[in-house]
């Protein structure tokens, strides 16, 4: 790989005003995220493996998934409905790499639809070896006044239970040696004035990491977080931040630019994988040179 000036790497603001519904598209964002389509090369770190990605359609659980099977990995992702033309490019990006690739469409908010997923992964995997809880939603509210009950009780459900259901459903098949990474945020630690419910469900999330690897250590199964900054992806185009954030997205950071999704993939691979052994209870940051994991 040659090497490159990080931050002269990728597109950095100002971005153009676009806007999407909820959940968004990847392949309708301009520019197009990089999530490591053209440049990931696997060296058999995750050969064998099986994993599960929610979010795998898009944003860092694509980026994951693409790496995941260019590793050797068999790769289950779960996405919404609505985000079928996205999940359709990872299942073609997954079978290309010589995996298999298997599409568990669902809402992560009903605890039924969590338990006959991890169901599914595992009957379409022969098991399951990694799970990736990454799914999440993001609505920036400027005031507490603005945020329904509705809508937080949305926010909790896809970020907080469905994260608790899965992990229980899945937790029987894992084996010693079996990783779970949770997608966290600089969000847990910095969070902004208008992500008041989508900020705690992030503390929450780098919590369950560390509860659970503690809990999880003496199975063998270790549990790690991914804290990311500001990337460029459709959550942050369908609601999850103010069009004037996004014209500007990521140019506060030392960098000056927004993280692509291919950009955290190696960090979920290191998590994953053999060599990362001793990591448990651990919390991954890449936030451009802003936050703390
Ligand atoms: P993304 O939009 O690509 O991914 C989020 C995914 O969540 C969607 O693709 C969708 O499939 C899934 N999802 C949402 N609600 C769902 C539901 N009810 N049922 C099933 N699936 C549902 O955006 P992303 O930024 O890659 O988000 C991935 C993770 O990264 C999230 O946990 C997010 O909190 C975290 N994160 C993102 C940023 C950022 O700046 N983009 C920063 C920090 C953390
Ligand atoms: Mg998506």
């Known amino acids: 790989m040659t090497i490159q000036d990080p931050k002269s790497k990728y597109p ?33 770190r995750l050969a064998g493996r099986r994993a599960l990605i929610t979010g795998g359609d898009s944003g860092m659980g694509r980026a994951a ?64 070896d990694i799970l990736v809880s990454n799914a999440a939603r993001q609505q920036t509210r400027a005031s507490i006044l603005d945020i329904s009950s509705e809508d937080f009780d949305a926010t909790m459900k896809t970020n907080i239970y469905a994260p608790f259901w899965i992990i229980k459903a899945a937790l029987p098949h894992l084996a010693p040696g079996s990783s779970i990474i949770g997608t966290t945020s600089e969000q847990a630690n910095d969070p902004s004035k208008d992500l008041y419910d989508y900020a705690q469900t992030k503390a929450a999330t780098t919590s369950y990491v560390r509860s659970l690897a503690k809990q999880l250590a003496p199975k063998g199964i270790r549990v790690n977080g991914v804290a990311p900054g500001p990337i460029w992806t459709p ?14 997205f990521g140019g506060d950071t030392p960098l000056e630019r927004p993280g692509q999704p291919g950009e955290l993939a190696g ?12 990591a448990t209870g651990q919390v991954y940051g890449a936030m451009g040179g802003g936050g703390r994991p």
């Open 12 to 44: 950095k603001p100002p971005f153009k005003r676009q806007e999407q519904p909820w959940p968004g598209l990847a392949g309708k964002m301009e520019p197009r995220p990089d999530h490591g389509e053209t440049s990931y090369k696997g060296s058999g």
């Open 235 to 248: 959550l942050q185009v369908s609601g999850g931040a103010t069009m004037e954030k996004l014209e500007q």
């Open 65 to 128: 998934a693409i790496a995941f099977a260019r590793e050797g990995a068999d790769v289950a992702i779960n996405y919404l409905p609505d985000e079928e033309a996205d999940a359709r490019e990872v299942i073609d990006l997954i079978e290309q790499a010589g995996r298999k690739g298997v599409a568990l469409p669902g809402d992560l908010r009903s605890e039924a639809f969590c338990v006959q997923m991890v169901t599914d992964a595992v009957d379409a995997l022969g098991g399951l």
């Open 267 to 278: 960090i979920y691979v290191r998590l994953a994988e053999e060599d990362g052994s001793y």
